[in-house]
């Protein structure tokens, strides 16, 4: 699909003194130097990447901070879900030592949402936090991970239980980058836009139906409109409740059993937004028999996850049935070991800390299977 240009769409997130710019268009890569020059951001610096974001785009990054007078240095991971661990957490802290990067320094977060997690967990803690900037290479984290302040690392008990909340600077979504992306990811990252429908938007799941066949092919204007709408939809949410005390929990909607997938198949088999599709699948049947979701919004919803070309079934034996469960309770959404699920009404309203009966959530496991 070609790429055109499109005028840059701004949505603010509202924090007070820590507000901050999401930026979305073509062309925004280049404009990186001159965009941290603005925010004041001293000469020192940290280009965060993976190995695959890292040969794309790497090159680009440093070169456009360079031409706006910053002194970069670039911090290389290998890519991979399975790769958001302390071990590389530490590598970072180590080799921006030896660069001697100082307190008023900062990073940049340049790739997908393991790469935007573990370089914002970086900058939070080391010296005790520095300034960062995202720059979101796929749609999964343009929509979702690089907004909102959540930062995290995996440990093999479960995902994101190490992690802090620290807001980035500035958000930079090129829409170039997606091009790059390949077909299974951007699907992936459609799973989220889903999701922004089922909780918050109804007349956004309606365009959603409409216009997947276009969304799939990496149309960028359809693109783009999604995109922000998504955003508004998190900033408005991370406004109200930066730090998940109440509201901000109905952004878990179909996490709880999607981020379990995850632990169980050790972050190889299923990449995020693959793993809340089912998630958000079983999530729906829950809603309909524990708030009265109708069948006819589920039905929907199975058919919008299948036309983005999403999985919605998963063979639950009984053995990974228990696994499930087990990884289940370790969720950081379990609150006096009792897990509370984000469940729907209706279409564009969803209600949070809702308790789900042992026997019902066996029977859904159970049901993923057709």
């Known amino acids: 699909m070609p790429v055109y240009a499109v005028a840059v769409r701004i949505v603010k997130v509202p924090l007070g003194k820590r507000s901050y710019e999401i930026k979305i268009g073509t062309g925004l890569l280049a404009r990186l130097g001159g965009e941290c020059r603005k925010l004041g951001l001293s000469s020192q610096c940290a280009v965060i990447t993976d190995s695959r974001v890292g040969r794309l785009y790497g090159a680009a990054a440093v070169n456009s901070l360079k031409a706006a007078g910053f002194e970069p240095v670039r ?47 970086v900058a939070a803690t080391y010296l005790r936090g520095l300034p960062f900037v995202q720059v979101p290479t796929t749609l999964l984290a343009q929509v979702d991970s690089s907004v909102g302040g959540k930062v995290g690392v995996n440990l093999q008990a479960g995902k994101n239980l190490v992690g802090a909340f620290h807001q980035p600077r500035l958000v930079l979504c090129d829409l170039d980058a997606l091009q790059t992306l390949p077909a299974r990811e951007l699907r992936a990252g459609l799973a989220e836009v889903i999701k922004y429908g089922i909780i918050w938007d109804a007349r956004l799941f309606g365009r959603l139906e409409r216009q997947m066949a276009r969304l799939v092919t990496n149309d960028t204007a359809a693109l783009a409109a999604v995109i922000a709408r998504s955003c508004e939809i998190k900033a408005e949410v991370v406004g109200k409740d930066e730090t998940e005390g109440g509201l901000r929990a109905v952004l878990n909607f179909g996490h709880t059993v999607g981020h379990a997938i995850e632990a169980v198949s050790h972050y190889g088999r299923f990449l995020h937004g693959e793993a809340i599709s089912i998630g958000q699948v079983a999530a729906a049947r829950l809603s309909r028999e524990l708030l009265g979701l109708p069948s006819q919004h589920v039905e929907r919803t199975i058919q919008l996850f299948q036309t983005a070309g999403l999985p919605t079934r998963l063979a639950v034996t009984p053995g990974l049935q228990r696994r499930l469960l087990n990884a289940m309770k370790l969720d950081k959404k379990v609150s006096l070991g009792a897990l509370k699920f984000v469940l729907a009404r209706r279409l564009g309203a969803v209600e949070f800390g809702c308790d789900v009966p042992d026997a019902l959530l066996k029977r859904t496991l159970s049901q993923l299977n057709t």
Request: hydrophobic fraction near 40%.
């Open 75 to 121: 911090l290389t991971f290998p890519a991979g879900e399975q790769q958001k661990n302390l071990t590389n957490v530490e590598s970072c802290y180590t080799q921006l030592a030896k660069h001697r990067l100082e307190r008023k320094s900062f990073v940049v977060a340049l790739g997908g949402g393991v790469v935007g997690d573990l370089a914002g967990f």
